[in-house]
């Protein structure tokens, strides 16, 4: 199983442009999580979703958007990126358990 | 609405000395679970370990060992002779069981830096 992947790596974005960020878990988790990590401190929710079709709004959702159309995949859109939106963003999944298992994460810039 | 505070922001400690990282959370919920997860600096998060909000019983893995106190809301990090490869930063989870909702949303703390010198 590859776990969670996160595509792109990296990514620099300019002020208004938009992109989406894939996610895609292979281990048929029901529950997927967005999170983000600015610079000096710990994640915070954006979306999730407890299963295809059914998304909810997390801590900071403003400036994304999401969808769940399978249950695999789990992207991330930026409408109008701004530069409060550079980060680490994760993407992560679980069982129905409190466990998640994280990717490896997406760094975003936007200038 | 739940609360996490490492109150360490960065420690810096010399190879082969043991370090407590503190983790302090705010919860209503009666049923909750406490995390900790290592991010190394590549980037990725590694869990290090979950526990229940009724299982108070400490637990030691190798060098590390966790000891949770209900009773002052701490779930507190120590690692035993640390290594080198003991650097990162080290973040504290908590997830409610909400009821109905089940979504099991992590809240984290800021997180601590430990950097281990050799």
């Known amino acids: 199983n590859a776990g969670v992947t996160q595509t792109p790596k990296f990514r620099i974005l300019k002020i208004g442009q938009s992109m989406t960020l894939q996610c895609t878990q292979d281990?048929?988790?029901?529950?997927m999580y967005w999170y983000r990590q600015d610079p000096g401190m710990g994640l915070k929710l954006i979306y999730y979703?407890?299963?295809?079709?059914?998304?909810d709004k997390g801590e900071v959702p403003n400036g994304y958007n999401v969808s769940r159309s399978t249950t695999e995949d789990f992207p991330l859109r930026l409408e109008l990126a701004a530069p409060s939106q550079t980060s680490v963003y994760f993407c992560?999944?679980?069982?129905?358990?409190?466990?998640?298992?994280f990717g490896p994460g997406t760094r975003l810039t936007v200038t | 609405a739940q609360k996490v505070t490492q109150a360490q922001t960065e420690i810096s400690v010399v190879e082969k000395e043991d370090v407590t990282l503190d983790c302090v959370y705010e919860?209503?919920?009666?049923?909750?679970?406490l995390f900790w997860y290592k991010q190394p600096p590549s980037g990725e998060l590694v869990f290090l370990i979950r526990?229940?909000?009724?299982?108070?019983q400490n637990e030691i893995s190798g060098r590390y060992s966790w000891n949770f106190q209900k009773s002052t809301s701490s779930f507190n990090f120590t690692i035993t002779a640390s290594q080198v490869v003991d650097s990162a930063v080290y973040f504290c989870?908590?997830?409610?069981?909400?009821?109905?909702?089940?979504?099991?949303?992590?809240?984290f703390g800021k997180g601590t830096k430990l950097s281990v010198i050799p």
């Open positions: 919860t209503r919920d009666t049923t909750y679970y």
């Open positions: 992560a999944s679980s069982y129905g358990r409190p466990k998640q298992y």
């Open positions: 526990r229940n909000s009724f299982d108070e």
């Open positions: 281990m048929n988790h029901n529950y």
């Open positions: 979703s407890v299963g295809a079709g059914i998304t």
């Open positions: 989870a908590l997830s409610e069981a909400r009821p109905g909702a089940g979504s099991y949303q992590l809240t």
